[in-house]
């Protein structure tokens, strides 16, 4: 009865240990990141967001009118970061820390004040979510200050260039 117990117990903490490395970061240095904002009651431009590779100075700026089901609604435009940017970037992501935070801070898109977002996803994975966490617009969040304000700072670059013209 002994060695069934354990025998059990012995697959729960395998079984355990196997389903909390499920989110875990394969490849720091082959990651994607999305960062960007979002308002729910609005009709043009209301999602913006920047798309990037850890491994890459490459960016996809897409932006979506409200509700944009197809590509219609949708704006796609093909950028880059200056190396000093995306050293600056990689080196405010603490991959680690920004895992361990949680997924919701505040109440983001609350009466239609926005939400931003960090979401990154491991390539090496199943191209699913590695983490995301989404905050008021205009908000930061303990630990990821920097971060939050260098990407800040390029959405609002490309923003005013492609779209504020």
């Not at 197809?70 to 603490?94: M, P, V």
């Not at 008021?136 to 490309?158: A, F, M, P, Q, W």
């Amino acid at each position: 009865m002994k060695f069934i117990k354990r025998y059990i117990s012995i697959i729960f903490l395998t079984g355990l240990a196997l389903f909390s490395c499920e989110k875990s970061i394969t490849n720091p240095g082959n990651l994607v990141i999305e960062t960007g904002t979002s308002f729910g009651e609005c009709l043009e431009n209301c999602y913006q967001s920047i798309i990037f590779n850890t491994s890459s100075t490459d960016i996809e700026f897409v932006v979506k009118d409200y509700q944009a089901a197809n590509e219609t609604g949708i704006q796609r435009f093909n950028d880059s970061f200056t190396e000093k940017e995306h050293q600056e970037i990689l080196d405010a992501f603490d991959f680690e820390e920004f895992s361990s935070l949680s997924e919701v801070y505040g109440c983001p898109d609350c009466a239609d004040g926005g939400a931003e977002f960090i979401k990154i996803t491991d390539r090496m994975t199943t191209g699913e979510p590695s983490h995301m966490v989404t905050f008021e617009y205009g908000k930061s969040v303990n630990g990821i200050e920097k971060l939050i304000t260098l990407l800040r700072k390029k959405r609002e670059e490309l923003s005013n260039q492609y779209i504020n013209q």
